[in-house]
């Protein structure tokens, strides 16, 4: 008699432990190929873009004070944009951030308190996910290189004055005399040469030319599987890292599966790298030159390195491509922080009264030195906040499933206020929201008149 | 005490305080030479030539740009630095004629290629989108120009023509530095560069 069950249960037993088939679906980790022809998409595309556009503008506009609120006198370093004020975060109605801190996480969570602007940031469109470039950086692009960088799916979400100032300015370490050597612009393939020759080398000189050359790119490439009308040139990696440093360009974190559960990633500073020990908010790679290596697989190709290979891949050369992409990086300093000596510290004469009181709180009872240790403002490890102390996980909101965050990379706080918007996946719009959301989260209790005296410490960084 | 021949000797060895002690692989052979390795006076190369012409324009461009920061500037900040420019760029100017024509060189009375274009942008505009402008133009003026001077330097090998270079290299960086200091005052931006050590204008310059 036949007993396929029997059977099955025997052959098991034999193969066991290691050929167990569970029975999970076949694409939780690899990226499904496509199943219908580019131009059926691309019409789908277009027409379901403005639902998913007002969907998420009203996600932002529930979770953000959106406004046009700069701080007066308070430039960006390029003095091209205001830095703005205020915490923008929304509170739930009747509730006011300082009896929010008095709660304890159990309160906070159970009665689901926690502002829904401090929890995961989903993308626009979290079901495709990819890169997504600010208009500024797309309009560049186009004029001088003729490249397409505009998505037929989905625009960028946040309001242009709540990202970095474009083009932002350039700081070499080995040229700290000129001050800003942008000249105004955003470095592109077309104006490199021009604008860097004679005052890098030539080996810095190749690698610039690398890290503007586009490459394929999951969304931005020759294949069906695009979101670009035309087939594509590609990427480069200053398209997102705009004079090396962040346009708030955005795309999904190569490094969680599955799809749903992906967060944001917002574009993170390229400046001061040389002195950073660890990279990415989640790989921890070890050098510049192994993001580097690797950035083609992961920024652009979500860390699926068979989609890479489907698409075009570009696998730079170690000992000389590689090399030349980190030195040129490894040069770009920080902004200025005139009111900082050597050691990071205040200069007391040059720093008003409460940006000195915002020092003694971010050294003392902020703990925010603890990980943010001077000269660089960070200490080379990652660090679980544990955020989900705060709110109940696994709400879906708008396709993204909110998980625990987990450990991520202390990032520096030099030249902060350049850098908006904040934390990982940008789901902080201002300072003033980082004040907040670190006194909530590390039990800080800070009076009203600490947190304005941290939030202007934070300014000179 | 010497002989005469003995000085003569002396005033030969001696080098010339500013003459710079270049790399003879990469002298043109035709070089007439004062003694090994050191280029008689005069003796210009291809960086001096362009270097001459470079600098002519360039500081040419930049007085004109001055004078019309003086003209158009509501910002009295502005235009104490533009009369400064206007200033200092006269003076270098007559000795780079003078240095260009001992040496039957052209120094050309006409702005650089991209100081005109700044001047034609510069021209279309007023109040403070003209500050920001003239003060971003100088920046990248102030910047190339050290290059220039730097390039020269090190790549001239006529004494005399390094000298100008070596004596106006550290003006142009105060210069600089001043752009820098006024596009923080002015923008509310923190001061960059030499700025960011020294913000304060000179009380002279004020």
């Not at chain 1, 700290?176 to 080398?201: C, H, K, W």
């Not at chain 1, 908006?420 to 980082?434: E, I, N, Q, V």
Request: charged share 25%; net charge neutral.
């Amino acid at each position: 008699m036949f007993k396929p069950k029997a059977l099955l249960l025997c052959s098991i037993a034999v193969l066991a432990p290691g050929a167990q088939a569970d029975p999970l679906p076949p694409d939780a980790t690899y990226r499904p190929p496509p199943t219908q022809p580019f131009s059926e998409v691309k019409r789908m595309d277009e027409q379901q873009k403005a639902a998913v556009m007002q969907r998420q503008a009203a996600l932002l506009g529930e979770r953000y004070d959106l406004a046009d609120r700069p701080l007066p006198g308070v430039m960006m370093s390029g003095g091209r944009k205001p830095v703005q004020g205020g915490a923008r975060v929304k509170l739930a109605a009747g509730m006011s951030w300082d009896r929010l801190a008095s709660l304890g996480p159990e309160e906070i969570r159970e009665r689901d308190l926690l502002p829904q602007g401090f929890r995961p940031l989903p993308h626009v469109k979290q079901a495709t996910g990819g890169q997504v470039f600010p208009q500024r950086q797309i309009d560049v692009i186009a004029s001088l290189e003729q490249r397409d960088l505009r998505r037929f799916d989905v625009d960028m979400d946040l309001p242009d004055h709540l990202t970095p100032e474009f083009p932002p300015p350039i700081f070499l370490t080995t040229h700290p005399e000129l001050g800003d050597v942008s000249r105004g612009q955003a470095l592109t393939l077309r104006n490199f040469y021009e604008i860097m020759n004679g005052i890098i080398t030539p080996v810095q000189m190749e690698g610039l030319r690398l890290l503007l050359t586009p490459f394929p790119q999951e969304e931005f490439n020759q294949t069906e599987d695009r979101k670009v009308a035309a087939p594509s040139m590609g990427v480069a990696c200053l398209d997102c890292h705009t004079n090396f440093h962040t346009n708030a360009a955005f795309h999904l974190t190569p490094d969680v599966r599955p799809q749903s559960a992906r967060f944001r990633l917002d574009t993170n500073s390229l400046r001061g790298l040389f002195n950073q020990q660890i990279h990415g908010s989640k790989r921890s790679l070890r050098s510049v030159e192994d993001f580097t290596e690797f950035e083609q697989r992961t920024a652009y190709f979500n860390g699926d390195h068979v989609s890479a290979t489907r698409k075009g891949v570009h696998l730079p050369d170690r000992p000389n491509q590689v090399a030349m992409m980190a030195q040129m990086q490894n040069i770009i300093d920080f902004p200025p922080a005139p009111k900082l000596d050597v050691t990071g510290r205040l200069i007391p004469e040059k720093a008003s009264a409460q940006e000195l009181a915002g020092e003694r709180i971010f050294n003392g009872k902020g703990r925010c030195a603890e990980c943010h240790a001077a000269p660089d403002f960070l200490d080379n490890r990652m660090h679980d906040l544990k955020l989900e102390r705060f709110y109940k996980v696994g709400k879906t909101v708008n396709d993204q499933v909110a998980l625990p965050d987990g450990p991520i990379k202390t990032f520096t706080l030099r030249g902060i206020k350049d850098s908006p918007p904040y934390l990982h996946d940008g789901r902080l719009p201002t300072l003033a929201d980082t004040v907040e959301f670190f006194n909530l989260v590390l039990g800080l209790k800070l009076s009203q008149e600490e947190k304005d005296a941290l939030h202007a410490y934070l300014l000179t960084l | 005490m010497r002989s005469p021949a003995t000085l003569a000797l002396l005033a030969a060895l001696a080098l010339p305080a500013h003459a710079q002690l270049g790399n003879p692989g990469v002298t043109d052979p035709a070089t007439a030479q004062a003694r090994p390795g050191m280029p008689a006076a005069g003796e210009t190369n291809v960086a001096d030539r362009l270097f001459l012409k470079l600098a002519a324009m360039g500081n040419f461009g930049e007085a004109e740009a001055g004078r019309l920061a003086i003209a158009r500037s509501s910002d009295p900040r502005v235009q104490a630095f533009a009369r400064q420019m206007v200033e200092d760029h006269s003076a270098t100017r007559g000795k780079l004629e003078s240095l260009a024509r001992e040496r039957g060189l052209p120094a050309p009375a006409m702005p650089q290629p991209d100081q005109v274009e700044a001047k034609k942008r510069l021209e279309s505009l007023s109040g403070t989108a003209f500050n920001t402008e003239y003060l971003a133009v100088q920046l990248a003026d102030d910047q190339k120009t050290a290059h220039l001077l730097e390039w020269e330097i090190n790549a001239g090998q006529d004494a005399a023509v390094q000298q100008l270079a070596k004596e106006t290299l550290p003006v142009v960086l105060e210069h600089l530095r001043q752009v820098q200091a006024l596009i923080a005052e002015t923008s509310g931006a923190p001061p960059q560069g030499l700025a960011a050590a020294s913000p304060a204008m000179p009380a002279n310059r004020r």
